[in-house]
């Protein structure tokens, strides 16, 4: 109930003080709303900031005072352990070695032991923690004393004194030890007793001070909300109120009214100036949409009955409306003079299409003509063209057929040289013959003469001497008619050796006269196919002329027909531009 009463009360107060917002500015207003919830958002931020300075505080405090030296506590009890277990190791063993070393650790532990009470002291700023740092620097005294009195009997390898010793440590140094251990457990005790008490009480601080924030959070938030609620309305209400109007205006509504503002601040000024400007809109659409229906209707000889509110921007409204007017007028005008136009220029085109059509008619009679012409022209090369292949390959026939003649021709002069040579040489070896039977009949004369000085003796060899000469004689005369014959011979080889190299020679020439034939011939043939290609590309250019032709006539026919078409639509047109009312 307290609860409902207080948020009653705020939102109570929230309105009050919004009635005096309302007469303010938006900008005041909005400004005057963030102050306050700024206000309440920084005092509570400070008291979030103070308790939690606080909290740290005193969380510093049980760390260093109650959490660490816990931990400190704990060292100095093992250490005080690690001196015990030292003063027995100098007084067990029986090696100086061993005794030396455990001196050593000894005096290790015992000052590390007293390290950790000097850390400890600050810690204890309660009279119970002060009262056990006493206590405990006591037990201390008096242990250290007992044990540095076994140490010294007892750091010896003597039995006897190691076991006095250690009686001495049983007997003494025990119950000093266990007065030290008990001291330190109570510190250890009291320590822990005071953090925990130390915490529970923070944690009673902390609680108490989340309540506050969170009851401070909640009235800061309700307080806030409701302003925030209250000044939205305040803008919202009126602007959507004009946003739905100013739809309704944008759909075609111009007489409804605007909508009813009870603040001072400028949504109410907004709202009369949208105010003023539909009352001109609405004033502005019905004389434009008024000169838009005379000119719908055809007439233009119309303009605007209230110029004066035509200002600023909708000026070019008006501009643009008398501009289209008299654009549109001019345009009628010209689309008038221009149907009478098209229809004279419509007969001419019909007439000059007539002409067209009957010239490509002619032309492509023409173009007929011609390409048959082409046709026989292009058989005809192509013919030509045949024939000279024929001729080139005659003619290189025997070009080949002569070249092999002459071949043998020079075979043949070349084996007459040859004959020559042989009879020049057999004719010399004639020669020889002559001169040996010469040489026979010498000296068969001289067998003779010596026969017939030796008389009788010498018959028979007179007798031989005589067929001898004899024999001369004959080939004398036989070398002399051979020879003969062989000069008769050269002298014809000769004379058949210079007609055959004439006639190699003439063979020659016909060779190469045949070869240049047909060089000609293929040459000839060669251009007959180019020309027979170009008159195959002539004869395509006069099938495509014929097209084109083809082409203009058709083109003729449709441009013939449409510029009858444009006859009737000029006359159609002429007579829908006779209902407008233009301008004078």
Not at 196 to 206: D, E, G, I, P
Not at 265 to 284: F, P, T, Y
Not at 499 to 510: F, G, H, I, M, Q
Request: net charge negative.
């Amino acid at each position: 109930m307290g609860q409902q009463r207080t948020i009653l009360s705020i939102r109570k107060e929230t309105r009050q003080m919004f009635k005096k917002l309302n007469k303010m500015k938006i900008g005041a207003r909005l400004k005057k709303s963030f102050r306050q919830i700024i206000l309440i958002f920084g005092i509570l931020s400070a008291l979030v900031v103070v308790i939690m300075l606080y909290t740290i505080n005193n969380y510093g405090t049980i760390l260093d005072n109650y959490a660490y030296p816990q931990g400190d506590i704990a060292m100095a009890m093992n250490e005080s352990a690690e001196v015990r277990a030292a003063s027995r190791g100098i007084v067990g063993y029986d090696s100086d070695s061993l005794i030396e070393s455990m001196k050593e650790q000894h005096e290790q532990a015992v000052k590390s032991f007293e390290e950790y009470l000097e850390k400890i002291r600050p810690t204890m700023i309660t009279k119970e923690g002060t009262a056990c740092m006493d206590a405990i620097d006591k037990a201390w005294a008096e242990y250290k004393e007992v044990d540095a009195k076994v140490i010294e009997v007892g750091a010896t390898t003597d039995t006897a004194k190691s076991l006095q010793a250690q009686q001495m440590m049983t007997d003494e140094a025990a119950p000093k030890y266990q007065a030290l251990d008990d001291a330190l457990q109570k510190l250890m005790s009291l320590n822990i007793s005071l953090g925990n008490a130390k915490r529970a009480q923070l944690r009673t601080v902390m609680i108490a001070a989340l309540t506050i924030i969170i009851i401070v959070i909640a009235v800061s938030t309700i307080y806030s909300n409701s302003l925030s609620v209250a000044i939205s309305k305040s803008i919202e209400k009126p602007l959507n109120e004009l946003k739905d109007r100013f739809i309704t205006f944008a759909e075609g509504d111009i007489d409804s009214p605007l909508p009813t503002v009870e603040s001072e601040d400028e949504i109410k000024e907004l709202v009369s100036g949208v105010s003023a400007m539909s009352d001109r809109i609405r004033v502005i659409i019905k004389d434009s949409g008024r000169m838009l229906n005379e000119m719908s209707e055809g007439n233009f000889a119309i303009d605007t009955e209230c110029e004066e509110v035509y200002t600023g921007a909708f000026t070019d409204l008006l501009t643009g409306i008398r501009k289209m007017n008299e654009e549109i007028d001019t345009t009628v005008r010209g689309v008038d003079d221009a149907s009478g136009q098209v229809l004279t220029g419509s007969t001419n085109l019909a007439e000059a299409a007539q002409s067209l059509a009957e010239g490509a008619t002619d032309q492509a009679a023409s173009v007929e003509e011609m390409q048959a012409t082409i046709n026989e022209l292009t058989s005809g090369i192509k013919t030509t063209a045949e024939e000279l292949g024929t001729a080139y390959d005659e003619a290189y026939k025997y070009a080949e057929i002569a070249e092999g003649s002459r071949g043998d021709m020079e075979v043949l002069v070349q084996a007459m040289s040859r004959i020559n040579e042989t009879s020049e040489k057999i004719g010399a070896i004639i020669t020889q013959i002559e001169d040996i039977a010469s040489q026979t009949n010498l000296l068969s004369l001289n067998a003779s003469i010596e026969a017939a000085r030796a008389g009788e003796a010498g018959k028979g060899f007179a007798v031989v001497a005589d067929q001898i000469r004899n024999l001369a004689e004959q080939s004398a005369k036989s070398a002399v008619d051979s020879k003969a014959l062989i000069e008769a011979a050269i002298h014809e080889v000769g004379d058949g050796n210079m007609y055959a190299e004439k006639a190699s020679t003439s063979l020659r020439e016909v060779v190469d006269g045949i070869q240049a034939i047909a060089d000609s011939a293929k040459k000839i043939k060669e251009i007959s196919i180019e020309q027979a290609d170009s008159m195959e590309q002539v004869e395509a250019t006069a099938e495509r002329i014929a097209e084109v032709v083809q082409n203009n006539s058709a083109a003729a026919q449709e441009t013939s027909a449409t510029s009858e078409e444009l006859t009737a639509q000029a006359t159609t047109l002429s007579g829908m531009v006779s209902v407008f009312k233009l301008r004078q």
